[in-house]
């Protein structure tokens, strides 16, 4: 079953259907090729790590196991490569044996972004409407606790090609009806793309409500965010819902996280603020690019959310070519490895403050930056109200703003 020495790749964007390349595995590396039709017409899928020539080319083993960055942002991992595994041994196969090619076999036409790959290792499908979150929550938490699930099939058709360590599910959301479906790659009419999420065995009680205080607080903070609201089980418990931005009215968009375009080990990161500032300007060619980039640092800074990887930022090209940061995602109070920030603020990963944004700020000629940080620090200050708003309870808001009124400046 394992084994796959060639795949093909595509790009489904906007609507338009482009035969990219091909990827094959020999000596020992995996060596991919642009489409020669592609180069004459197509778009620089990569343009920090993969030449756009017709030159066979193989990316070094690490970060990505010989992958491109590109080609990587299509592997689930976390909660995905997780059901993926569990999935697979199920069915009696040897995960051990299982290559990079064999993984993107198996996304085939279900990953993040814009980009297919054939042949597909796993082409069936299920489909149809969704069980009660409540009932999936708890399938969940048997598979975080490593206890058999009669459902684990059913959960990776729900999630298995997703990112990340939080469980997520795929879904079609109906904002009229409240009515929720799976599996189905065109929506009816009104059906929307959204992801749900579901509580980690490392989250906080209520991480549902956490996570949507965070949205309205980033927003209030000038932060650019896809919709998101919050999904009730029928045991009144909630669930945290976003919109997807890589699906846009039924058509696909091109992802490539950051960690992909630099070919940045999310897990191991010497990542800085002023990098992700840097790619920014380089992809969108505006100073307005800086900005950005850097609301979103001061934000993470001072609502301590410190699992800011390189995963965790992305950008968005179009059909005519054109980037631009994506809108932000995966803000909520959190730590990482050590406590520290997992992208430092220049050279600072703990506990930045004003000072370090300021010298980031300078190192990039930012006119407005002690502006921005005031305007984020005002919508962070607002934070018992914020919770109050989405109803966290009193104790997980006392522990939060106690955090927040510890960091520095």
């Not at 590109?70 to 569990?86: A, E, V, Y």
């Not at 996570?211 to 045991?235: P, Q, V």
């Not at 100073?287 to 995963?311: C, G, P, Q």
Request: aromatic share 10%; net charge negative.
């Amino acid at each position: 079953m394992f084994g796959t020495e060639k795949i093909y790749v595509s790009l489904h964007l906007e609507g338009k259907h482009l035969e990219v390349g091909e990827m094959v595995s020999a000596r020992g590396a995996i060596w991919f090729r642009y489409n020669p039709g592609y180069l004459r017409d197509g778009l620089n899928l990569s343009p920090m790590k993969l030449p756009f020539t017709g030159e066979p080319q193989a990316a070094e083993k690490e970060p990505f196991e010989g992958l491109y960055g590109l080609f990587n942002d299509s592997l689930p991992d976390g909660w995905g490569r997780l059901l993926l595994d569990r999935t697979l041994a199920s069915r009696g196969m040897d995960i051990s044996k299982i290559t990079p090619l064999d993984r993107l076999a198996i996304v085939g036409d279900t990953g993040m972004g814009a980009l297919v790959y054939r042949p597909e290792m796993f082409p069936e499908r299920t489909s149809g409407p969704l069980a009660s979150l409540d009932t999936i929550a708890a399938e969940m938490t048997q598979v975080l606790q490593g206890t058999e699930s009669d459902v684990i099939e059913t959960l990776f058709a729900l999630g298995g090609s997703s990112g990340g360590a939080r469980p997520k599910i795929f879904v079609g959301y109906h904002p009229g009806t409240q009515h929720l479906i799976h599996g189905i790659a065109d929506l009816p009419e009104g059906y929307e793309d959204w992801i749900i999420k579901f509580q980690s065995s490392l989250d906080m009680g209520d991480i549902a409500r956490i996570e949507y205080a965070y949205y309205r607080m980033a927003l209030m903070a000038g932060i650019e965010m896809s919709e998101c609201r919050l999904f009730e089980g029928k045991s009144g418990l909630k669930y945290f819902g976003t919109k997807r931005f890589d699906r846009i009215a039924g058509k696909r968009i091109h992802v490539h996280t950051a960690s992909g375009l630099m070919h940045d080990n999310f897990r191991m990161s010497s990542m800085d603020y002023g990098h992700l500032m840097d790619c920014a300007f380089r992809l969108e060619n505006h100073v307005k690019a800086y900005e950005k980039i850097f609301r979103l640092a001061a934000f993470n800074v001072f609502a301590h959310n410190r699992d800011d990887h390189s995963k965790n930022f992305s950008f968005v090209m179009d059909s005519q070519g054109r980037w631009r940061f994506a809108p932000a995602y995966d803000l909520t109070f959190s730590n990482s490895g050590y406590g520290f920030h997992s992208t430092m603020v220049a050279g600072n990963s703990q506990n930045p403050g004003s000072k370090d944004l300021m010298k980031l700020a300078a190192h990039f000629g930012l006119p407005n930056a002690a502006a921005i940080i005031e305007e984020v620090k005002d919508a962070v200050s607002q934070w018992p109200a914020i919770a109050a708003g989405v109803g966290l309870g009193k104790a997980t808001t006392k522990t939060i703003q106690k955090a927040l009124n510890g960091l520095g400046d």
